[in-house]
C-alpha cells in the first residue's frame, strides 16, 4: 500500500503561482510513477502531468505545457507540482497518483495509489 497526502492548494489569483506536494509513505515511492490529475466540476478527471518512476522523464497534458513543471525527491518521498501563469480554468481539485514502476503517461487507469485530492482555485 502507499498513502498519498497532497498538500500546497489554495486560492490564487490568475497570473500568480503555486506549488502542490504529494507526500507519499508506505512502499518504497521511488519504485512508482507519479501523476497528477485535475477534476473540475461537472468534468472528467483530466491529466495534468506525470513523472517516470526513475525521474527522468515528464509528460504533460497540452493545456499546461509550458506552465506546470513537475519534479520528484525520493529522499523525501515527495513529488511536486510547480504551477505558474495560473489561469482560471485550473481551477480544480487536483490528485496525485502512483503507478507501480510505471511510465508516468495519462492513462489514469494505470494509477493504483490515489491521494484524497486538493482544491486550487484561481481567481480572474
Known amino acids: 500500500q502507499v498513502q498519498l497526502v497532497e498538500s500546497g492548494g489554495g486560492l490564487v489569483q490568475a497570473g500568480g503561482s503555486l506549488r502542490l506536494s504529494c507526500a507519499a509513505s508506505g512502499r518504497t515511492f521511488s519504485n512508482y510513477a507519479a501523476g497528477w490529475f485535475r477534476q473540475a466540476p461537472g468534468k472528467d478527471r483530466e491529466f495534468v502531468g506525470g513523472i517516470q518512476w526513475t525521474g527522468s522523464t515528464a509528460y504533460y497534458g497540452d493545456s499546461v505545457k509550458g506552465r506546470f513543471t513537475i519534479s520528484r525527491d525520493n529522499a523525501k518521498n515527495t513529488v511536486y507540482l510547480q504551477m505558474n501563469s495560473l489561469k482560471p480554468e485550473d481551477t480544480a481539485v487536483y490528485y496525485c497518483?502512483?503507478?507501480?514502476w510505471g511510465s508516468g503517461k495519462q492513462d489514469k487507469t494505470k494509477y493504483e495509489y490515489w491521494g484524497q485530492g486538493i482544491q486550487v482555485t484561481v481567481s480572474s
Open positions: 497518483a502512483a503507478d507501480l
